[in-house]
């Protein structure tokens, strides 16, 4: 007898075992609170850059918010309760943007990549989630006296290099756009999903594509420091020898022009969500 698809549990291929293991059902189907876990180290960088160039990277129905500002992201994350204690490092590129579909109005940063080094949650932040992950291998953040350096590299091929400097305590002007209460607010996502065809003809075609948002609500997630310096980001140019596949998102990333460098931020927190929350923008 062939098996079938339990109601309302959440299944990614290979289906044939059962339902599916991660971060928003866990053995038995149990949640995971994520309240005194993850501990993540978050090192920002951002740069104002040319307006036209971020625009060139936006899917149908979004459009730049507010002053066009790219903020690079590397994080650590660790004791992660639905990996029993292991973690994961990540590197994400966003920009503040506003959607505005036939019924749904948002604004936040849209997230245009997120590099993480292990399989488990690419997985299921892209299949689940509609975030656009990738791997690459991030090593952790070199620390040294008041500087912290974070490289990412694939296959050997060093892409990214980022640097903190003079790192102190204190304020320091904040890059989050600001929003009023007429839109609903958060991380922007853009899924898409090809469609498997069946004849040469049929390639190129897509299953879903549709806008998503991660709702910024975090109730759970404690800053436990916040430390600011002068930062530096610079992707390095690559051929399609050195990243066959990834090579023209690190040289769009390598184009951009900057104008001038802004906040550098270490972030300390403790807590999250299981981003159960996550839904589409319509």
């Known amino acids: 007898m062939s098996y079938k698809f339990e109601k309302e549990k959440i299944y990614r291929m290979p289906t044939h075992f059962g339902p599916s293991l991660g971060p928003r059902q866990g053995p ?13 180290k978050s090192v920002s960088v951002s740069f104002l850059t040319n307006p036209d160039q971020l625009q060139s990277f936006l899917p149908s129905n979004f459009t730049l918010y507010n002053d066009p500002i790219v903020t690079v992201t590397a994080s650590y994350i660790k004791e992660i309760e639905w990996l029993a204690g292991r973690g994961y490092n990540t590197l994400g590129v966003s920009f503040p943007v506003e959607f505005n579909g036939e019924k749904d109005k948002a604004r936040g940063n849209f997230l245009l990549v997120l590099w993480e080094n292990l399989t488990d949650p690419i997985l299921t932040g892209r299949e689940e989630l509609g975030f656009s992950k990738i791997y690459c291998k991030l090593p952790d953040p070199k620390v040294y006296k008041d500087k912290i350096s974070c490289t990412a590299s694939w296959m050997d091929f060093n892409f990214m290099n980022l640097e903190v400097n003079k790192i102190s305590s204190g304020d320091a002007p904040s890059n989050k756009p600001k929003t009023d209460d007429d839109y609903l607010k958060g991380m922007l996502h853009y899924k898409y999903i090809p469609k498997t065809g069946g004849s040469p003809n049929k390639w190129g075609e897509k299953d879903i594509s549709y806008a998503v948002l991660t709702p910024e609500e975090t109730p759970n997630k404690v800053t436990k420091s916040i430390l600011h310096g002068e930062g530096e980001v610079n992707f390095i140019k690559a051929r399609w020898e050195d ?9 769009a990333f390598a184009d951009l022009e900057k104008i001038k460098y802004l906040d550098a931020s270490i972030t300390e927190t403790v807590g999250m969500k299981d981003i159960s929350d996550q839904r589409i923008l319509l």
């Open 28 to 40: 038995d189907g149990r949640k995971f609170e994520c309240k005194d876990n993850p501990k993540v």
């Open 243 to 251: 990243m066959p596949t990834q090579y023209t998102i690190v040289n």
